[in-house]
């Protein structure tokens, strides 16, 4: 195909809004978007974070009114996130295995509240339950133990699942976790129950706020390197994925997001599974900043943002401005 101007004039079907309408290659839905919601104990509670301006922690029973609202809005699902009380945070994080902690008892609201109007999607990883703030057990050298760690977050999948999660989100990174979760849900009769794994997920700045959030940046010692991903690696990050879907995943996630839009494209071209990107925390903390020091308008900034994780490839997004996003596209 030899195209040449004047014959071609790509401003052509530019010219109107209803011929830009009719070559649009992607588009953005509500359907597209999962809401991430922090959960707290109390009742009635809403606590601002202040790190993500305009991001709250909800008590269990305002956070099914949460998930009543992303019905409202055409949002096909929630993802929850605990903040522990202090008392409850321990060296091994066993109360991430508690069938009555803050998660369960969140799980359980939102499903009562909507049933199967909504996807409850819930992380794996230990670190809202520990007082070290690492995603799994610790040795004595301080370093993340793999295989010890998976036995225990299989063990919390399957309380997380017992509870009425539908998506179970492994954000820990450890190697052969999507396996042993895969087989305690079968095992257990949950076959219908998701796993979407944090398959690519990167040793991030972008995750401050997030920790500031479920209460865990201040223990946090040192960083989570030893199992989160190096950002100067993208080969490695399409093995990860490679795994995990060999493993039992049925989509799979990259971590953050924005930066990583190569990793979305070659993940989509590669493997053709669902893949979803995590707008992280720090992303969303950007945008809100951004725009309050005059970057430009926040709504246009973030819609742009939400529009080339469609156009790389991503099934969907996971982000703090879901409600805000759908509002927009619902008008
Ligand atoms: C926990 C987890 C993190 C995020 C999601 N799950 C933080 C981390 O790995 O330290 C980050 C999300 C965000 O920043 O919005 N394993």
Not at 133 to 147: E, F, I, P
Not at 212 to 236: C, F, H, I, W
Not at 271 to 292: D, M, N, R, T
Request: a negative charge; aromatic letters at 6%; charged letters at 25%.
């Amino acid at each position: 195909m030899n195209r040449s101007y004047p014959n071609t004039r790509l401003r052509r079907t530019r010219a109107s809004a209803w011929s830009r309408a009719m070559v649009r290659e992607t588009v953005l839905t509500p359907a597209d978007l999962i809401w991430p919601l922090f959960v707290t104990e109390g009742e009635g509670v809403e606590e601002p974070v202040a790190s993500l301006p305009g991001v709250s922690r909800w008590s269990v029973d305002a956070i099914a009114a949460r998930a009543k609202e992303a019905v409202d809005l055409g949002i096909p699902c929630i993802a929850l996130f605990p903040n522990t009380q202090d008392g409850l945070r321990s060296d091994d994080g066993a109360e991430a295995l508690n069938p009555d902690n803050l998660m369960c008892r969140a799980i359980k609201a939102v499903k009562d509240a909507c049933g199967n109007d909504i996807g409850v999607l819930t992380d794996v990883a230990l670190d809202p339950y520990t007082t070290h703030g690492q995603d799994g057990l610790v040795n004595d050298a301080d370093y993340v133990v793999n295989d010890d760690t998976v036995a225990v977050l299989v063990d919390q999948a399957i309380n997380q699942a017992e509870a009425g999660a539908d998506i179970i989100a492994p954000s820990d990174m450890m190697d052969g976790r999507v396996h042993a979760i895969r087989m305690a849900l079968e095992m257990g009769g949950h076959h219908n129950v998701q796993i979407m794994a944090y398959a690519a997920k990167f040793a991030s700045a972008f995750y401050g706020p997030f920790r500031d959030a479920v209460g865990s940046g201040d223990r946090l010692v040192g960083d989570k390197k030893t199992y989160q991903m190096d950002p100067a690696n993208g080969d490695e990050a399409l093995a990860e994925i490679a795994l995990d879907i060999a493993e039992g995943a049925d989509s799979v996630m990259v971590k953050p997001g924005l930066a990583y839009l190569d990793i979305i494209w070659r993940a989509k071209q590669r493997f053709h599974v669902p893949v979803y990107a995590y707008q992280v925390s720090g992303e969303y903390a950007l945008i809100e900043a951004g725009a309050a020091v005059g970057a430009g308008d926040r709504d246009a900034l973030l819609m742009e943002k939400l529009i080339a994780f469609k156009r790389a490839g991503c099934s969907g997004i996971l982000t703090y401005h879901a409600p805000l996003a759908a509002r927009l596209l619902n008008g």
